[in-house]
C-alpha cells in the first residue's frame, strides 16, 4: 500500500497557474504508475493526466492536454502536476493515485487515493 498526500491547490483566476505536489510513502515508489484525476460537483471522477512508473511515457486528457504537465520525482518519491492556461471549468477536487501496473488510464485499475486537494479557478 501507497500513502499519497497532495497540496499545492487553491483559488487563481483563469489563465493563471498552480503546481500540484503528491508526496507518497509506503511501499516503493518508483514501481507504481501515477495517476492524476478529478471531481467537480455533481460529477463523476474523470481521468486528468498519468505518467509510468519509469517516467518515459505520460498521458492525458484531450481537456487539459497542452495546458497541463505531469512529472515524477522518484528520488523524492513525488508526482507533480503542472497547470497552466487554467478554465473555470477546470475547479474541482484533484486526487493522485498509485497503480501497480505499467501506466492506467480508468480510475477502478487504481489501487491507492490520496484525500484530494481543491482547485477552484474563477472567471
Known amino acids: 500500500q501507497v500513502q499519497l498526500v497532495e497540496s499545492g491547490g487553491g483559488l487563481v483566476q483563469a489563465g493563471g497557474s498552480l503546481r500540484l505536489s503528491c508526496a507518497a510513502s509506503?511501499?516503493?515508489?518508483?514501481?507504481?504508475?501515477m495517476g492524476w484525476f478529478r471531481q467537480a460537483p455533481g460529477k463523476e471522477r474523470e481521468f486528468v493526466a498519468a505518467i509510468r512508473w519509469s517516467g518515459s511515457h505520460t498521458y492525458y486528457a484531450s481537456s487539459v492536454k497542452g495546458r497541463f504537465t505531469i512529472s515524477r520525482d522518484n528520488a523524492k518519491n513525488t508526482v507533480y502536476l503542472q497547470m497552466n492556461s487554467l478554465k473555470p471549468e477546470d475547479t474541482a477536487v484533484y486526487y493522485c493515485?498509485?497503480?501497480?501496473?505499467?501506466?492506467?488510464?480508468?480510475?477502478?485499475?487504481?489501487?491507492?487515493w490520496g484525500q484530494g486537494t481543491q482547485v477552484t479557478v474563477s472567471s
Open positions: 493515485a498509485a497503480a501497480s501496473v505499467n501506466y492506467a488510464l480508468d480510475p477502478r485499475s487504481y489501487d491507492d
Open positions: 509506503g511501499r516503493t515508489f518508483s514501481s507504481y504508475a
